[in-house]
């Protein structure tokens, strides 16, 4: 069976970089066949798409996200790419629709045209809590840190699936990084953690630079990610800064950027109202055998 696949670079910073994802129309594929999308394409993650009406005039798309390594309930790069290659189908500048992945059902928005796209969506509630130093000294011991300077950084952020937040003094700190990834993965696994998300402390207006560490789900790096970047965005909410820019994807060569704007307190314990988001380029379309 011949799969076309369109090629996006998601979370581009300044024209440059971005990552690859491949986006995909739904299709009947198991689940291992379509494991297999993103190693054929060359990309960390596939995005399966499949558009329906919701309403007069606003569009429902469901998605379905794949890594070499099974299937992620939620994958916000993946979400950018998917909305730029909707808004491009529907020859619209202004696109806006109803996404549905995992148990959710969430809005997004992009604007744009010419295959390029801001895009930007709802990533969900965010749930904070510290961890126990038996959840932060092995991932900060496989990351070649010292938990005991370290560990009152850490944070344990969930949307969709529980990740670690790690804060390092500078981006030289973050560049310097060099983790284990046997040992990353197997306290990530036993943790149940998607992976850890080490980011450089902030600067007064917003700027900070991060590196997701995913090999549980068989991304050792990933070049930009933005659900782990919406957590950061709540976490620092908590301490009064509403607009967070992350730079990503430098020490892989791929320089990215998300974008992130915490807009008000959701009701109850969920914490602020996340916009996250960035720049998406289609690149082009292939086709695997």
């Known amino acids: 069976m011949s799969l076309h696949v369109t090629i996006v670079h998601a979370c581009r910073r300044a024209g440059r970089g971005g990552s690859p994802t491949a986006v995909v129309d739904e299709t009947l594929l198991t689940a291992a066949d379509r494991r297999t999308v993103p190693v054929a394409a060359g990309t960390s993650h596939a995005v399966f798409t499949s558009v329906e009406e919701h309403g007069p005039g606003r569009p429902a798309a469901s998605l379905r996200f794949f890594t070499a390594a099974g299937e992620l309930p939620a994958c916000g790069h993946g979400t950018v790419a998917a909305l730029a290659v909707l808004a491009e189908r529907a020859q619209a500048r202004e696109y806006e629709a109803v996404l549905r992945a995992g148990s959710r059902t969430f809005l997004g928005r992009a604007t744009g045209g010419d295959n390029r796209y801001e895009a930007v969506f709802d990533p969900g509630p965010v749930r904070l809590r510290t961890p126990a130093a038996a959840e932060s000294e092995p991932v900060l011991a496989a990351l070649g840190m010292d938990p005991a300077e370290a560990s009152a950084g850490c944070r344990i952020a969930s949307v969709g699936r529980p990740r670690m937040l790690v804060q390092v003094a500078d981006r030289h700190a973050l560049a310097d990084l060099a983790p284990s990834m046997p040992r990353l993965r197997a306290a990530c696994d ?72 915490a807009t008000r307190t959701r009701p109850g314990p969920a914490g602020p109202l996340i916009r996250v988001g960035g720049t998406a380029s289609i690149a082009t379309g292939i086709s695997l055998i």
Do not use: K
């Not at 450089?200 to 560490?213: K, L, N, Q, V, W």
């Open 190 to 261: 036993r943790l149940g953690l998607l992976g850890c998300y080490v980011y450089s402390t902030p600067s007064p207006d917003g700027r900070a630079a991060a590196r997701m560490f995913a090999p549980s789900i068989g991304v050792p790096e990933d070049i930009a990610n933005a659900n782990s970047t919406a957590c950061l965005a709540a976490h620092l909410a908590g301490h009064g800064l509403s607009a967070l820019d992350v730079d990503m994807g430098d020490s892989l060569g791929q320089p990215s950027t998300i974008a992130t704007i």
